[in-house]
Nanobody, 117 residues
Framework: QVQLVESGGGLVQAGGSLRLSCATS????????MGWFRQAPGKEREFVAL??????YYKDSVKGRFTISRDNAKNTVYLQMNSLKPEDTAVYYC????????????WGQGTQVTVSS
């Protein structure tokens, strides 16, 4: 059974930092591309960052502030978020994409990030 469990969310003031973690189990983690997505109230879920076989990719609005990384020994992917803004407030989800596909097969339950102004 595949599980993705996010942690590290919380309430932070604008300009602050948070580090999200996504611990996985039940999949061959090193072969999967891992992504972070977010969904703000009343909005659609949107892509935030990806770490894959060809490198890392970011939503334009988070470039230079967010960093995605992974530890294959711990089957965990991270999202370091610096210089947070109120518009970063959302539920953040991690997702796993199998090799040679464009579809994310597995999702976590999400962790709330709230940035106060």
């Amino acid at each position: 059974q595949v599980q993705l469990v996010e942690s590290g969310g919380g309430l932070v003031q604008a300009g602050g930092s948070l580090r999200l973690s996504c611990a996985t189990s039940g999949l061959t983690f090193s072969t999967y591309a891992m992504g972070w997505f977010r969904q703000a109230p009343g909005k659609e879920r949107e892509f935030v960052a990806l770490i894959g076989w060809t490198g890392t990719y970011y939503k334009d609005s988070v470039k230079g502030r967010f960093t995605i990384s992974r530890d294959n020994a711990k089957n965990t992917v991270y999202l370091q978020m610096n210089s947070l803004k109120p518009e970063d407030t959302a539920v953040y989800y991690c997702a796993a994409r199998p090799p040679k596909t464009m579809k994310y097969d597995y999702w976590g339950q999400g962790t709330q990030v709230t940035v106060s102004s």
